[in-house]
């Protein structure tokens, strides 16, 4: 099973992961990160588990600009990080400006919350008014992006078992980033394989198969076996 490259200068990553470290740096966003990887996604997962200052860093700046698509991960405690509101402020403004690919996870929480800013939203979003009372515009900012983001298709997790939930989400991006059908999506996920591009195709000089970047197509390589059984049998015969 096949997905065509993407040869961008422009991505340095297939998938930016955003998540609030507490909730689900052990858990989903972990073991999302390791389904990506295995699969062949090319996934940016911040590991530092400790986040200092209101700002994010221009590592992760760049790896946003860089990343095709984000996912990201609306935890119950996700808006109590200022960390992760202003990613999703930047996340959104590359899918505004760049066309960049946006996909988010209702984790334990109902996007009808997220979108009305109730419960624990709600109640981190107080705290950082009180706390920013000389800058109500960040909050004005991450507030419009809570909104934004709460519209967008994505996944809710409710009553989902997690293994399930995330085959789901891969085979997804599978399909949205390389362009697999669902069936080969599917395929590529409960095979448990990498991404491949290789084509087998005969060499003109020997009888070695070589691998070769393209679509690797099983018919072809039979034609060849037989073509190189046929012409091994008549250089015997001769």
């Not at 009372?133 to 992006?145: E, H, L, P, R, S």
Request: charged fraction near 25%; aromatic fraction near 10%.
């Amino acid at each position: 099973m096949a997905a065509p490259s993407f040869a961008s200068s422009q991505w340095i990553y297939d998938v930016f992961l955003s998540f609030r470290g507490e909730d689900t740096r052990l858990g989903l966003a972990a073991h999302l990160y390791e389904a990506l990887c295995r699969r062949g996604v090319n996934t940016f997962f911040d590991d530092y588990e400790i986040r200092r200052g209101e700002s994010i860093s221009p590592t992760l700046v760049k790896a946003i600009e860089g990343s095709r698509c984000s996912i990201i991960i609306l935890s119950q405690n996700y808006v109590s990080s200022t960390w992760c509101l202003e990613e999703l402020v930047k996340i959104l403004e590359c899918r505004n400006t760049m066309g960049q690919l946006v996909l988010p996870i209702f984790y334990n929480v109902d996007p009808s919350v997220v979108r009305k800013h109730e419960r624990t939203f709600g109640e981190a979003l107080v705290k950082h008014e009180k706390t920013l009372k000389q800058d109500m515009n960040k909050v004005k900012n991450w507030i419009k992006a809570l909104s934004e983001v709460a519209n967008l298709a994505g996944w809710n997790s409710h009553k989902k078992p997690e293994p399930k939930f995330i085959r789901e989400i891969v085979i997804e991006v599978l399909k949205k980033l390389f362009g697999l059908s669902p069936g080969d999506a599917k395929c590529l996920v409960e095979e448990d394989s990498p991404i491949q591009n290789t084509e087998v195709v005969p060499s003109p000089h020997s009888s070695t198969l070589h691998i070769a970047p393209g679509h690797f197509d099983y018919t072809e390589v039979d034609d060849i076996i037989s073509q190189l059984v046929s012409e091994m049998l008549d250089s015997f015969y001769i």
